[in-house]
């Protein structure tokens, strides 16, 4: 079974941290791009971080750099998503997808699809 696991979510106050995991079964990260998007209430998904595990290339959106970390360890097939110095406009339930990635853009599918999805964890931050 292929799945993607999303953990970590809660409930943070403005300026802490919070650790989001995104641990994948049934396949492996090497040929993958895994990304973290988060989708807010009345806004459309956008993109965070983005990782190529087989190298460890990483990718930031503008509005989260500086203050988010994405890692992966291989050996546990997970990617993790450290978001420090948190803001309650990082407010929003956080999603990982493994595909493979543009060249150019690091949260867009080279073969036009996304082709695993986790669940979903909420992240809150309260001001």
């Known amino acids: 079974e292929v799945q993607l696991q999303a953990s970590g979510g809660g409930l943070v106050q403005a300026g802490g941290s919070l650790r989001l995991s995104c641990a994948a079964s049934g396949f492996t990260f090497d040929n993958y791009a895994i990304g973290w998007f988060r989708q807010a209430p009345g806004k459309e998904r956008e993109g965070v971080s983005c990782i190529t595990p087989s190298d460890g290339k990483t990718y930031y959106a503008d509005s989260v750099k500086g203050r988010f970390i994405i890692s992966s360890d291989n050996a546990k097939n997970t990617v993790y998503l450290q978001m420090n110095s948190l803001k309650p406009e990082d407010t929003a339930v956080y999603y990982c997808?493994?595909?493979?990635?543009?060249?150019?853009?690091?949260?867009?599918?080279?073969?036009?699809?996304?082709?695993?999805w986790g669940q979903g964890t909420l992240v809150t931050v309260s001001s």
């Open positions: 997808a493994a595909y493979f990635k543009d060249g150019a853009s690091p949260f867009v599918p080279r073969r036009g699809r996304y082709d695993y």
